[in-house]
């Protein structure tokens, strides 16, 4: 670009010379009224990208490998006594029959995805966990002797 007071060749900036605008190299800058760069399109940006990411995040819990807790019928059928409901009562709240609520606590059924949500929903209880990368890093280095745990929670 060239300095339009100059003209030299440079890194010339906008500027105001007597109300009208030029290009001015750093040398010549000082004779002229330096325009500040409108920082709006900064912001009008982000919002942009955080609804283009939000779809992504999505898909990936999805993805997540998902199992059942260990003992999910003791906890099924612990929150129903301490609810005070009755199997029959609490095969009502969710829809389904007596017998399959009796067959989930004895651990003989595997309830459907959709039975764990209502279930979670009816007796506030957690039926689901998320087998990430980090739980079975711990569990590997626990027995190693390059890591101990302790080392694993101080680099967190
Ligand atoms: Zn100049």
């Known amino acids: 670009m060239q300095c339009e007071l100059c003209g030299r060749t440079c890194d010339c900036k906008a500027a105001t010379v007597d109300g009208v605008m030029m290009m001015l190299c750093p040398n010549c800058i000082r004779h002229g009224e330096v325009i500040p760069t409108p920082k709006a399109p900064e912001k009008t940006q982000k919002p942009i990208l955080d609804r283009i990411k939000k779809p992504p995040v999505k898909d990936i819990y ?12 003791e906890i099924i059928k612990k929150a129903r006594e301490k609810k005070g409901l009755t199997r029959e009562e609490l095969g009502f709240k969710i829809g389904e029959r007596t017998v399959t609520i009796q067959k989930i606590e004895n651990g003989d059924l595997r309830p459907s995805d959709k039975m764990i949500e209502k279930l ?12 990430t990368e980090a739980s079975t890093t711990i569990g590997s280095t626990r027995t190693g002797s390059r890591l101990t745990l302790g080392d694993f929670i101080k680099s967190k």
């Open 120 to 131: 979670e929903k009816e007796l506030g209880i957690n039926l689901i966990e998320e087998i």
């Open 62 to 73: 999805k993805d997540m490998n998902k199992e059942l807790v260990t003992g999910w019928n």
